[in-house]
């Protein structure tokens, strides 16, 4: 797609972690690399499997009382600095708020809230697109089931995790 394209020319959220160092799966190396050829990491099967299941993780958040999601496609670009953007998964309908939907097979990924990597790309995204909030529903494999919890890792998020003037401190 011409969005992904695009991204080669600009820092996104899924570029923050690997700058500031805490990415678990790749380094500042393999960022520059690929922005300079255009070409990115192989697709594996677990990234797949993520990508296949962000609809499913969508509707098991909207099982929840009062959630709707509206799937977001393409980029949105920070009102002030045209090389800062953002591809936000979802957004909660009727509310500005960004939904970031995550799958993983680990059980200890997400034991202890939002990981790290995580909470550094959806801060970067809530600056871009000017959200005060996040919700980042997530579902691990157990066997065939999936769970989908957002309730305690919404937090990590807010507050002084986002930018000045965006909601932060």
């Not at 953002?86 to 799958?103: C, I, M, N, Q």
């Not at 990597?117 to 066997?143: E, I, T």
């Amino acid at each position: 797609p011409k969005w992904l394209e695009a991204r080669r020319s600009l820092i996104t959220g899924t570029a923050i972690p690997i700058l500031l160092g805490i990415s678990p799966w790749k380094c500042e190396a393999d960022l520059a690399d690929e922005m300079a050829t255009g070409i990115g990491q192989e697709s594996t099967l677990r990234m797949r499997i993520g990508s296949q299941l962000e609809d499913l993780i969508a509707s098991e958040y909207e099982a929840q009382p009062g959630r709707k999601v509206r799937r977001s496609r393409g980029m949105i670009r920070h009102p002030e600095h045209e090389w800062a953007a953002a591809s936000l998964d979802a957004t909660v309908v009727g509310e500005p708020r960004a939904v970031e939907l995550k799958w993983t097979a680990s059980r200890t990924r997400f034991a202890d809230g939002l990981p790290q990597d995580v909470a550094a790309q959806v801060a970067w995204q809530l600056g871009c697109a000017g959200y005060p909030a996040p919700s980042c529903p997530k579902s691990r494999a157990a066997g065939v089931n999936l769970r989908c919890t957002h309730s305690r890792i919404i937090r990590p998020c807010h507050g002084s995790a986002l930018p000045p003037g965006k909601g932060g401190s």
